[in-house]
């Protein structure tokens, strides 16, 4: 059971330059969310996502997209990568829609972002 | 103003010794509360849940006073292994029951 998967783990991109962050996940999981960690920033909420087919603008959503075509995989991009954008992104999950409010969210290695 | 606020530290202490951390949270409506662990920018990990009642696990204790948007967690006997940083974290129904995540207190614990 291989939890919540991050792929990749590291990339650094020139600006302007465009990829896509994969998170996967085989728990089942409605919920699915993306966020980034600056130095000294605490996580901050992107884009999160609460079932299949849906997506919503989090804390700090401006520069990036998402997709969520399949329930077990949500994907990040950049279109035009920014050198704010350097950053570490984590992708997380959590249950089933029937007891939310208590249960932990899964966490991802994370992938670590450079933007020269 | 950031939602959750905690202060960054950087808590130093020596081995054996206890050690608090305090955090308070703007959104009255806030639903569940937890401390997360965070180790060398890796992911956080569930440290425990917080509830009104108070809730232990061996050496962590969690508090948490709704009447002051408060949090509170205790490390009794501190050890190497609990050098890390803490995140205090809320959830809220709305935004798909997101975390709000504070910056974190940094702990060393030191021989």
């Known amino acids: 059971n291989a939890g919540v998967t991050q792929t990749p783990k590291f990339r650094v991109l020139k600006t302007g330059q465009s990829m896509t962050l994969l998170c996967a996940q085989d728990m089942n999981h409605e919920y699915m969310y993306w966020y980034r960690q600056d130095p000294g920033m605490g996580l901050r909420l992107i884009h999160y996502?609460?079932?299949?087919?849906?997506?919503a603008k989090g804390e700090v959503p401006d520069g990036y997209n998402v997709s969520r075509l399949k329930k077990q995989n949500f994907l990040l991009g950049l279109e035009s990568a920014a050198p704010s954008q350097t950053s570490v992104y984590f992708c997380?999950?959590?249950?089933?829609?029937?007891?939310?409010?208590?249960?932990?969210?899964?966490f991802g290695d994370g992938t670590r972002l450079s933007i020269l | 103003r950031k939602e959750v606020e905690q202060d960054p530290g950087p808590f130093n202490v020596p081995e054996g010794a206890t050690v608090a951390f305090n955090c308070t949270y703007s959104?009255?409506?806030?639903?569940?509360f937890f401390w997360y662990r965070q180790d060398c920018r890796k992911e956080p990990k569930l440290l425990m849940s917080?509830?009104?009642s108070g809730n232990e696990d061996g050496r962590f204790t969690a508090q948490l006073n709704r009447a002051s948007q408060y949090i509170s967690l205790l490390i009794r006997d501190s050890k190497l292994s609990d050098s890390a940083t803490y995140l205090c974290?809320?959830?809220?129904?709305?935004?798909?029951?997101?975390?709000?995540f504070g910056k974190g207190t940094s702990l060393l614990v030191t021989p």
């Open positions: 974290v809320v959830m809220n129904s709305n935004s798909g029951y997101a975390l709000n």
């Open positions: 959104n009255s409506a806030s639903q569940s």
């Open positions: 996502s609460v079932g299949e087919g849906t997506t």
């Open positions: 917080v509830y009104s």
């Open positions: 997380a999950s959590l249950g089933d829609r029937g007891s939310i409010s208590n249960q932990p969210q899964h």
